[in-house]
């Protein structure tokens, strides 16, 4: 597996785009540390400390999956075309594209030569509707339009696609708030807005792993006025600029303590499920036939049905244990018990545990999801 497969670290200078030189700097690092990381794992598996119950890191990979099935034109209710450019709304968006990255070649659709089509532009956008407004003003259109001169460049073809991602929805308003701003800045082409995780459609809790209420320990990137002293001078010591000169971007958190830490799960992620380490869902937005074939060939030959029946299985054993441990103190809170406890009494986590055969136990076994259970 390459190193430019695995979650290649990007900065991004004061136009918006992705710069070449830290790109390959990153990329050099990456592969040195991959290689450490991968003969340590052949000799001593350590937990996950982050990504810790392997029902969440199996839907984890299947939401990516999910994007990635949109991105590349491939989702049955698209309209077949795939997307020229992809924003992520940073900071908490930024460990989405980490994973489309990881999981491209792996998950995209693949050319009549059998390789995977290219990916769209990657940019990002710092935004967050606390900030922004409901509205878009005269200055944003234009400031946009200079800070992503890629983007305005692909104006004056047809039919460009941009996405604008965003890690989670719970209202809606920044992913809507920033898709205006954008089709405002770049009328001619066609901009969609997208959610990894969405609460609004009541089938996910607030579950995005890699941070925390109040906490930055796992925030990707900083806003350039909450740099301090020391990471300033760390950061212009690598050449990286870290005051941006538009407010739509942000400046890189270095790879520290736990934003390294993230990044190092998310890598080992996408090389389980490609190595076949980890249960694979794919993606329900694919043609049944893509999808029954996909099942079958990345989980040791399981038909859809016994497929359906070991991952619903695998919820009702795994997946509790990872939202009650979310039940917050504050009875109030999104996550309070009574919230909870009403929402897995309406869900299939209720309902009577399916019989697994044993081509479904052998496979559940495989990843040593029986014991103790």
Do not use: C
């Not at 890191?57 to 949109?70: A, G, P, V």
Request: net charge negative; proline share 6%.
């Amino acid at each position: 597996m390459s190193a430019e497969s695995l979650l290649p670290h990007q900065e991004q200078d004061a136009a918006g785009q992705i710069t070449a030189r830290s790109e390959e700097v990153a990329l050099q690092g990456l592969a040195s540390a991959v290689s450490r990381s991968e003969s340590k794992v052949q000799n001593e598996v350590e937990p996950y400390g982050i990504f810790t119950n392997p029902y969440e890191r199996m839907e984890y990979i299947h939401l990516t999956d999910d994007l990635i099935t949109t991105l590349d034109g491939s989702d049955e209710l698209g309209d077949g075309q795939p997307y020229d450019a992809v924003v992520y709304l940073d900071s908490s968006a930024r460990p989405v594209d980490w994973m489309v990255r990881g999981l491209w070649s792996f998950a995209a659709r693949k050319d009549e030569q059998g390789n995977p089509v290219p990916r769209p532009e990657i940019l990002f956008a710092n935004m967050d509707a606390r900030r922004m407004g409901p509205s878009a003003s005269a200055d944003d259109t234009e400031s946009l339009a200079q800070t992503y001169p890629s983007l305005a460049a692909m104006s004056g073809a047809s039919d460009k696609k941009v996405l604008i991602v965003d890690e989670i929805a719970v209202s809606g308003d920044t992913i809507s708030q920033a898709v205006d701003r954008f089709r405002k800045a770049f009328p001619d082409l066609a901009v969609n807005g997208y959610a990894w995780m969405d609460e609004r459609n009541k089938k996910d809790f607030d579950n995005v792993r890699w941070y925390e209420r109040g906490s930055d320990r796992y925030r990707a990137v900083l806003d350039p006025t909450e740099i301090d002293d020391g990471t300033r001078a760390k950061l212009e010591d690598k050449g990286i600029n870290p005051y941006s000169k538009s407010k739509w971007l942000a400046v890189p958190n270095p790879e520290q303590g736990d934003v390294k830490k993230l990044r190092g799960e998310i890598q080992r992620m996408v090389q389980e499920v490609q190595n076949g380490k980890m249960p694979y869902w794919p993606s329900t937005k694919r043609s049944d036939e893509d999808y029954d074939r996909q099942v079958a060939a990345q989980n040791d030959g399981l038909s859809p049905r016994e497929f359906g029946v070991f991952r619903t299985w695998f919820k009702q054993h795994y997946a509790p244990n990872s939202i009650l441990g979310q039940i917050r103190k504050d009875a109030d809170g999104p996550l309070s018990e009574r919230e909870v406890r009403r929402n897995l009494s309406t869900r299939e986590l209720q309902e009577p545990r399916p019989v697994l055969n044993e081509r479904t136990k052998r496979f559940a076994d495989k990843f040593g999801l029986l014991t103790n259970r």
